[in-house]
């Protein structure tokens, strides 16, 4: 999916699509000014199957065992379901390898008739972490209405402050980049469209060994998912795992639906759920030391080795 804006003015508009988008339908919208390519997702194939009751849960996991793919937790009550027990769960790979014990963890508890019940959709569930992933939303979602229509960052200004989750479910704030260079980019791991999002985080993942090549120091490379309803921080986790990535220097980084909405506004990029598609536009940005925006890229046809040797500039 491309989209070209000649024009500061022009960037602008992306703030102005979404309303535009919602009314007229997003694959007719623009005509040929605006070329815009679905991303599926598995909604579809979900609403097929058989649908089975899901339970929220929130606990502390007691003890993990790698081998059974399971933890013990101490749940709290779940309503409906049953008095708060010690019980093991099994998890997927991602959200296991995430797990410690005196973990506080929320999921959506999945029962079995023929063993252990399943943990999905899990987050971390610390207080502390909580609180600071409300006070980044709250404040992100203030400076972007106070922007206005202004709310789109142009290159020259600074990179907007927030506070979401890592593939590892730790919080991670804007600060913490401070001082380092930041490569980054939106992308959501279901997206099944080759040029798309898996072109995306290719190019990423060759800037980075690149970077390394040439010895280009202090530098973070970042993807933002534009699907935080299914991209937790355990699928982020494989999402990595499955595609080898060296996440020493790369955060795929999740949390608060609001946060990442206002965080496209203030990156120029469109998205838009319309059944089980995900239309959405390409940006890939080069944020200075001092967190200016200092580069950016709409669509995917830029070049790993140009953002590379901007970096060593």
Same mark, same amino acid.
């Not at 593939?167 to 279901?190: H, N, P, W």
């Not at 319309?274 to 580069?295: E, P, Q, W, Y």
């Given at each position: 999916?491309?989209?070209?804006?000649?024009?500061?003015?022009?960037?602008?508009? @992306?703030?102005?699509?979404?309303?535009?988008?919602?009314?007229?339908?997003?694959?007719?919208?623009? *005509?040929? @000014?605006?070329?815009?390519?679905?991303?599926? *997702?598995?909604?579809?194939?979900?609403?097929?199957?058989?649908?089975?009751?899901?339970?929220?849960?929130?606990?502390?996991?007691?003890?993990?065992?790698?081998?059974?793919?399971?933890? $013990?937790?101490?749940? #709290?009550?779940?309503?409906?379901?049953?008095?708060?027990?010690? $019980?093991?769960?099994? $998890?997927?790979? *991602?959200?296991? #390898?995430?797990?410690?014990?005196?973990?506080?963890?929320?999921?959506?508890?999945?029962?079995?008739?023929?063993?252990?019940?399943?943990?999905?959709?899990?987050?971390?569930?610390?207080?502390?972490?909580?609180?600071?992933?409300?006070?980044?939303?709250?404040? /992100?979602?203030?400076?972007?209405?106070?922007?206005?229509?202004?709310?789109?960052?142009?290159?020259?200004?600074?990179?907007? !402050?927030?506070?979401?989750?890592?593939?590892?479910?730790?919080?991670?704030?804007?600060?913490?980049?401070?001082?380092? $260079?930041?490569?980054?980019?939106?992308?959501?791991?279901?997206?099944?469209?080759?040029?798309?999002?898996?072109?995306?985080?290719?190019?990423?993942?060759?800037?980075?060994?690149?970077?390394?090549?040439? *010895?280009?120091?202090?530098?973070?490379?970042?993807?933002?998912?534009?699907?935080?309803?299914?991209?937790?921080?355990?699928? /982020?986790?494989?999402?990595?795992?499955?595609?080898?990535?060296?996440?020493?220097?790369?955060?795929?980084?999740?949390?608060?639906?609001?946060?990442?909405?206002?965080?496209?506004?203030?990156?120029?990029?469109?998205?838009?759920?319309?059944?089980?598609?995900?239309?959405?536009?390409?940006? !890939?940005?080069?944020?200075?030391?001092?967190?200016?925006?200092?580069?950016?890229?709409?669509?995917?046809?830029?070049?790993?080795?140009?953002?590379?040797?901007?970096?060593?500039?």
């Amino acid at each position: 999916m491309t989209l070209r804006f000649h024009s500061s003015a022009g960037r602008r508009m @992306a703030i102005g699509a979404r309303t535009l988008l919602a009314v007229v339908g997003l694959s007719f919208a623009l *005509g040929a @000014a605006l070329v815009v390519s679905g991303c599926s *997702g598995s909604k579809k194939e979900e609403a097929a199957a058989p649908k089975v009751k899901r339970y929220p849960v929130h606990g502390v996991i007691v003890s993990v065992n790698t081998a059974q793919h399971s933890i $013990m937790m101490e749940n #709290a009550t779940i309503p409906g379901y049953m008095p708060a027990m010690t $019980m093991e769960y099994l $998890m997927a790979p *991602g959200d296991l #390898a995430n797990a410690k014990a005196g973990q506080h963890i929320r999921a959506m508890l999945v029962p079995s008739d023929t063993g252990a019940p399943r943990l999905e959709d899990v987050w971390p569930d610390d207080r502390v972490d909580k609180d600071i992933l409300k006070q980044g939303e709250s404040r /992100l979602r203030e400076n972007t209405f106070d922007r206005g229509k202004e709310a789109y960052r142009e290159v020259g200004e600074k990179m907007p !402050t927030f506070a979401l989750c890592n593939q590892d479910g730790k919080v991670v704030t804007a600060d913490y980049f401070r001082g380092k $260079m930041v490569m980054l980019d939106f992308i959501y791991t279901r997206c099944p469209v080759a040029n798309m999002c898996p072109l995306e985080t290719a190019k990423m993942v060759q800037a980075q060994k690149l970077a390394k090549k040439k *010895g280009v120091k202090n530098v973070e490379f970042v993807s933002i998912t534009l699907d935080p309803e299914n991209d937790t921080p355990g699928v /982020l986790k494989e999402y990595a795992k499955d595609r080898n990535i060296d996440t020493s220097n790369f955060s795929f980084l999740t949390g608060p639906q609001q946060a990442v909405r206002d965080l496209l506004t203030q990156f120029g990029v469109i998205e838009q759920f319309r059944g089980d598609i995900i239309r959405h536009t390409l940006a !890939t940005l080069l944020i200075s030391k001092d967190g200016t925006i200092a580069f950016r890229a709409d669509g995917s046809e830029w070049s790993p080795e140009d953002f590379v040797e901007r970096m060593k500039s």
